[in-house]
């Protein structure tokens, strides 16, 4: 088999000497800038049915990472000196951050953007594809809770982003993180025959697996100054345990809080968040 292709890289758009990591998934590593990328065909309506808020990632959103979103608002008080400033949640989902924001910040202007449906007092959702839309405004900040790994267009992805924000804008993009412990050792076990982890981090619906170099990469090349980068983990709490065994749930999951424990201390960590600004 002949592992290298011509698939193009979503970052940097280089198309020689992409190596194919996995065929049965279709992971292919730029041999340029070292970005991870999958080709997917999956619909973007069956990704994000109710079922994958209500079941699927049911601990995901009962459980939001209230520590990150505390971050965000601290960082936006203390950027736009607590004005009446304007925020769109891209990919906003049940709208849990925009909830928070707006118990703390009820003078703050709140949007949200996503596929499925959503409707609270005090916050505008719109329901459509962020890419296509037309806001006829601009905004001062634009966050984005792990969505990019899901977008097959990451250059228009970053461009409309920079369209829709004021001078000096904010963005804030949380992810997943190739360089974290976590892949590190789900990619030995594959070589060792024990595909599951591998099979769950690189899943089907994720289209990019950033490392921290090519994160900063894509949105340095798009006009972007970047504030801050790091890794980081999500709370234990919102952990989806495998379906099946109870047993192999729980070592499943000690497992992972051990790992947490450690990356919580020395890096690495599952997740990571990039802080840009907008080049005036």
Known sequence: MNDMSNHSCPVCQNCQNNRLQDERLQVFVCGNCGHVFSENNVAVETIYNPNYYLAEHKNWFLHPNFKLFGIIESCLKNNFDNQNINILDVGCGRGDLLHFLHSRQPDWNLWGIDVSENKEDGIIYLQGDFVGHDFNREFNAVVGLMVIEHIPDLVSFVKKISTVLSGGGMV??????????????ARILRRFGWRGPYDRLYHHHHLQHFNSSSLRRLMEKNDFTVVKQYSHNFPLSALDLPQGSRFLGLVYYCAIACMFFVTNIFGGGLNQTIICKKKV
């Not at 804030?172 to 050792?185: E, K, P, Q, R």
Request: proline share 0%; no cysteine; charged share 0%.
């Open 172 to 185: 804030f993009l949380v992810t997943i993180n190739s360089n974290s412990v976590i892949y590190g050792l």
